[in-house]
Structures are given as structure tokens and as C-alpha cells.
């Protein structure tokens, strides 16, 4: 939908943005032989260490968005609670790197010696480390309106189906056969984190947007999950190349 009159709330940017996440995302190779079966160990390995420091920079991102925000609480309260969630609400033992750290070790035991280390994590890909970067960029001269259009539609809205697809497909019968793989990092996420994330998001977006801002909003969004999109099939790209 490219016809800024058709955008008349903000139930049709996200229609938009919905389309958007169906051709860029489930339509890549990456999802599509995930959910094949067709990984191999060494693919599926280089995935989880590739999203293990994805998922350990984006409390930086939070922080950054959160740098955008206007100085009023019902600004940076939803991306601070959010940011929250990734540490685990304060709880020890319940922040989100310990959680992926139970699918990463399920993958490759070898991360339960390693993973303190930062050291001797396997080094972060182009992909990952432009994905971030690009998302960190974005910050440095969005209006508040613009970072939260980029958190909430270019991240969060899809996470949960993104998530859910992932935890799905590596639960998959040819990846459990040889060792049982934990996805309980992907269900929490797209069960009960991610709604909630665009949720408070949304209710920001919802009552800030003006009508002729539905364009613009839409197109942050697309330009956000669009880099997204391309670290999925740059991780894929990544690992045919090294021939895992
Ligand atoms: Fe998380
Ligand atoms: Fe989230």
C-alpha cells in the first residue's frame, strides 16, 4: 500500500506494515529451510551465536531510542519498561541473556564454558553488526515520534511472529533428533514479551500520530524491519559462504 490517502488510522499502517512482514521476512530463504528441516548443525550453530550477540546489543538500542525520547515520562516510561524486560524485571537469574543462553547451550554445550566470555564468543558477523548499527543510527536524528514509530513498527510489532516462526522451526523433528533443542527463549518471547512490547508502543504511537503523519510512520517502520530482514538473510548468506 503505497498510496499515502488509504492510510486512515493507524490500523491501516500496520495492515501495511503486516504485508510488508509477510514478503521480507517468511518469504526468505532463511525461514523457509528453517522450517524444512533443512538446517545443518554447523548452520544452526553459526545462527545461534550470531543472534546471541543480536539479542545481547539490543538493550543498547532500547537505550538508544530511549536517548530520542521526548523529556516526558509517557515517552520514555514505555521504552524504559521495556529495556526492564530485558534485565529481567531485576530479578536475578531472569534476564534475557540467561534465557538465550539456555537455547544456545542447548545447541553448542561448549557456551556453557564460554558464554561469561565475551572473548571467546565467535566474532559478530557483518550482518548482525550492521543491523545494529543501522538501528543505533537511526537515533542520532529521529524525533521522538520517529523512534518510537521504529521501535514499535519496525521491531516490535512483528517480533512476536518472527520469534514464534523461529521457535517453531527449530522445533522441528530432524533438529530435536540429536539433541533436544530449548526454545523456550523464542516461546516467552513471542508468547507474552512481544505483544506487550508493541503494546506499550502502540498506545504512544496511537495517541501522537497525527493523520498526516501515517506515510512517514509506516515508511520508518518498513526501513526498520527491512534491515532486520536483511541481517536473517545476510546471517544465512553468512554461513553458505563459510560452508556451514
Ligand atoms: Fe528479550
Ligand atoms: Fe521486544
Avoid at 517480533?159 to 533428533?177: E, K, N, S, V
Avoid at 512490547?197 to 501515517?214: D, I, K, Q
Wanted: hydrophobic share 40%.
Amino acid at each position: 500500500m503505497n498510496n499515502e490517502q488509504q492510510l486512515r488510522s493507524l490500523e491501516d499502517v500496520e495492515k501495511s506494515m503486516q504485508h510488508f512482514i509477510d514478503e521480507r521476512f517468511l518469504g526468505q530463504p532463511f525461514f523457509k529451510t528453517l522450517l524444512k528441516g533443512e538446517w545443518t548443525a554447523s548452520m544452526l550453530h553459526y545462527f545461534a551465536w550470531q543472534y546471541a550477540h543480536y539479542s545481547a546489543n539490543f538493550p543498547r538500542v532500547l537505550g538508544a531510542a530511549i536517548s530520542a525520547m521526548a523529556p516526558l515520562d509517557d515517552w520514555w516510561i514505555p521504552l524504559a519498561d521495556n529495556l526492564w524486560d530485558e534485565a529481567g524485571r531485576g530479578i536475578p537469574g531472569h534476564s534475557h541473556a540467561v534465557l538465550y543462553r539456555t537455547f544456545l547451550e542447548s545447541l553448542d554445550p561448549s557456551a556453557h564454558i564460554v558464554y561469561e566470555d565475551r572473548q571467546k564468543w565467535p566474532a559478530i558477523g557483518y550482518s548482525v553488526a550492521q543491523a545494529v548499527k543501522s538501528f543505533i543510527d537511526f537515533f542520532y536524528n529521529a524525533s521522538p515520534l520517529e523512534a518510537m514509530a521504529a521501535v514499535g513498527l519496525g521491531s516490535e510489532f512483528f517480533a512476536d511472529q518472527i520469534m514464534g516462526t523461529i521457535g517453531q522451526g527449530l522445533r522441528h523433528p530432524y533438529y530435536q533428533a540429536k539433541s533436544p533443542v530449548n526454545t523456550t527463549f523464542w516461546d516467552v518471547h513471542a508468547r507474552h514479551d512481544e505483544p506487550r512490547h508493541y503494546a506499550l508502543c502502540r498506545a504512544v504511537l496511537l495517541e501522537h500520530t497525527p493523520p498526516e503523519s501515517y506515510q512517514h510512520i509506516l515508511e520508518i517502520g518498513q526501513y526498520i524491519a527491512g534491515s532486520e530482514a536483511a541481517m536473517y538473510d545476510g546471517i544465512y548468506q553468512e554461513a553458505l559462504s563459510l560452508g556451514v
